[in-house]
């Protein structure tokens, strides 16, 4: 059994997800330093669940076969529920345009990246006047 934990512990470590997070902090402006933030943060947080984990079991594994209880079922529910609404809340946003906000003049911000004006433009643009 315990075995097969640290099978699971260092799988969970070694998730490509938290390795893909992490390359992509370093590619970042300061990244070494965010970097090793993240590093720091991501080993606490491993290590207050191993800490709740072994406050909440008293450091003894359940029995081998034995159900998960009533209440950890309701919760994988609730999670689920809330999860499943999430995704509903952003399903019916994806065809809408995004939320009214506004820049300190007044005007709606653009989403997009192009120039304002011809003047804006500059002598380096490949736009074509008509």
């Given at each position: 059994m315990v075995i097969d934990l640290v099978l699971i512990?260092?799988?969970m470590?070694?998730?490509p997800v938290a390795l893909t997070i992490f390359i992509l902090v370093l590619a970042s402006r300061h990244g070494p330093r965010k970097g090793?933030?993240?590093i720091f943060g991501w080993l606490v947080a491993?290590?207050?669940v191993a800490a709740v984990t072994i406050l909440a079991t008293g450091n003894k594994p359940p029995a081998t076969g034995t159900a998960p209880s009533t209440g950890i079922l309701v919760i994988k529910i609730v999670l689920g529920l809330v999860l499943l609404v999430i995704a509903e809340r952003q399903r019916r946003r994806m065809g809408q345009?995004?939320?009214g906000k506004r820049n300190l003049g007044g005007?709606?911000?653009s989403t997009?990246?192009?120039p304002s004006s011809p003047s804006?433009?500059?002598p380096s643009s490949n736009l074509r006047y008509s």
């Open positions: 512990g260092l799988a470590a070694f998730y090793a933030g993240f491993l290590a207050v345009p995004p939320s005007k709606r911000a997009r990246c192009q804006d433009w500059g």
